[in-house]
């Protein structure tokens, strides 16, 4: 038997309602994204303030579950005939510009001792949390606009660049096994692709008259493919986020060219509705304010680390967008690609775990990476202004 702790359980459940509440409240006067009400939410019924929930091992799974959903969202959202070409190339030599930008910083952090690895801040810098921005971006109608296509193409680089690196780099196997397995999760993921594209083309139809239905036939077989790559994943002992990103892509691949609006309905309500909440309110939960209030000092580093946010993402979106983007657009850009959560998360308890990183400067990451959620997607649509209707509109 599984010892459940309910009264944990409940809690989260009922704040995932009540910060979904808030949020359409505040949604009339302020863009406040639903994930921010979440983290800040879980931080007060947690251990640190109220006391109300604290994590367990059941809490943790489906915690887990929420961080796949996400990533299958992440990866989902990338539509490669779309951001081919110059976003995707400027979206690569970008996210490498952050990435020397996010070490060199990091090294003089380390030097000067306010951090103790360069490698794991260094890497929670140099990310994009595209698939936080989803549903802010779909909202504003961002995701349809020429601006929409550069931001997909820093967002899905601005991703899977660091999940790579998460898979090779902070392993505690060896590059060369590393590696090996790696390229054995890509050729399977390869082939699980090509059946579910040829299974999808051939029983599209029974898809389509069951969504409906009770037997759900679309939905379930959804299901069966992220949690089979997130299993694959950890099977092989690479970081779950993988499986549920490249679950994303497989599915975006094999309904290509179909209605699947009531599809992309069901499973958004699953994912958002249910799972993902899960992820950002234990993360809340787990974030160790005690660390800070310990040595106040330490709450210089939360500016810190959002103004580093902006400089490493940003710098690159200033600067190789001037042929094709206006100074408001790249400024919007900026803003947008410095938004960072869910692998900042991701890093920092695989560093707090391996010993890479002390739990104040987790935290004070953490805490960063929810003011920039809070505060830069909102910059970001100011700077847009009524741009996204307009080109919405014009399409």
Do not use: C
């Not at 850009?333 to 960072?340: D, G, I, K, M, Y």
Request: glycine content about 10%.
């Amino acid at each position: 038997m599984v010892n459940v702790d309910t009264e944990s359980f409940l809690t989260i459940v009922v704040v995932a309602a009540l910060a979904a509440f808030l949020a359409g409240l505040l949604s009339t006067r302020l863009v406040v994204p639903v994930v921010v009400l979440e983290l800040v939410l879980g931080i007060v019924v947690g251990p640190e303030v109220l006391g109300l929930a604290e994590s367990d091992d059941f809490i943790a799974f489906f915690s887990n579950l929420g961080l796949g959903m996400l990533f299958f969202f992440a990866g989902y959202e990338i539509d490669f005939e779309r951001i081919k070409g110059q976003p995707l190339k400027l979206a690569l030599i970008g996210w490498l510009l952050s990435l020397a930008l996010a070490y060199a910083l990091g090294g003089l952090l380390a030097l000067a001792g306010v951090v103790l690895s360069l490698v794991f801040v260094g890497s929670a810098m140099a990310t994009t949390a595209i698939g936080t921005l989803m549903p802010i971006l779909r909202d504003a109608g961002e995701l349809k606009t020429r601006f929409g296509t550069y931001l997909l193409g820093v967002g899905a680089i601005g991703e899977f660049g660091p999940i790579l690196l998460i898979t090779l780099v902070f392993s505690t196997k060896g590059a060369v096994e590393n590696a090996a397995i790696l390229l054995a999760f890509v050729a399977l993921a390869v082939v699980a692709g090509v059946f579910a594209v040829r299974w999808v083309g051939r029983g599209w139809e029974l898809f389509e008259r069951t969504l409906e239905a009770s037997s759900q036939v679309a939905i379930r077989f959804t299901v069966v493919v992220v949690f089979a790559l997130v299993a694959l994943a950890a099977t092989l002992g690479l970081e779950l986020l993988l499986g549920g990103f490249v679950a994303g892509i497989i599915l975006r691949l094999a309904l290509r060219g179909r209605e699947v609006e009531v599809l992309e309905s069901k499973l958004t309500a699953i994912g958002y509705g249910f799972l993902i909440p899960f992820f950002f309110i234990v993360s809340g939960i787990n974030v160790d304010l005690g660390a800070l209030i310990d040595d106040p000092i330490r709450f210089l580093e939360v500016p810190l680390f959002l103004g580093l946010f902006l400089v490493v993402r940003g710098v690159p979106a200033l600067l190789l967008y001037r042929a094709v983007l206006a100074a408001r657009d790249r400024a919007a850009l900026a803003f947008f690609s410095a938004t960072e959560l869910p692998l900042v998360v991701a890093v920092t308890t695989i560093a707090v775990e391996g010993g890479h990183m002390r739990a104040s400067t987790a935290a004070s990451l953490i805490v960063a990476a929810i003011l920039s959620t809070a505060i830069f997607p909102i910059l970001g649509l100011r700077l847009r202004g009524d741009r996204a209707q307009s080109a919405a509109a014009v399409a």
